[in-house]
């Protein structure tokens, strides 16, 4: 038995880490993606299912009064909360998706994610204690090998 359980755990060793960081990054991306999605009009894209609707996003109608409402974040207007919100939500997903500045960008992804669990929903620490160790695992292990950050990193070690 003891012989089965450490060739079990040999086994799943075998895991490369880039397999784990592009599954991380691709679902951290799409959380956050998916959130700002909800926030803009004239811009929404779901490769998943097959949304494709190209053109300039703007806030949705319902976006600031919701952060007047709902959303309270301190020290920032509901205006300037909803604009910033809304390009974080598309920008570092992208970031964190073709794997450039991914560690940085999980840092801001983690910094909103403290955010939102401190000061919109304290109740929902099991959904932002699961995307903090997603964000954690990718700023201390990078993005692995199909990234651009490996690109880049491969061609400044010569």
Known sequence: MNNLIVGAIA?????????IALIARFSIAAVFWKSGQTKVEGLA????????????PR??????????????????SPEIAAH???????????????????RFSALALLAMTLTIQLFV????YPTHGTWAAVLLYLMATGPGKL????????????
């Open 45 to 56: 894209i779901d490769l998943v299912d097959g949304t494709f609707q190209l053109g300039w």
């Open 147 to 158: 990234s651009i950050d490996h690109l880049i990193a491969r061609r400044f070690a010569n």
């Open 84 to 102: 910033m919100a809304a390009f974080a939500e598309h920008f570092f997903p992208m970031l964190i998706l073709i794997g450039f500045a991914t």
């Open 59 to 76: 806030l949705a109608d319902s976006t600031i009064p919701l952060f007047q409402s709902e959303y309270h974040v301190p020290l920032l």
């Open 11 to 19: 086994l799943l060793e075998k895991i490369p880490h880039s397999l």
């Open 121 to 124: 929903y304290p109740d929902a």
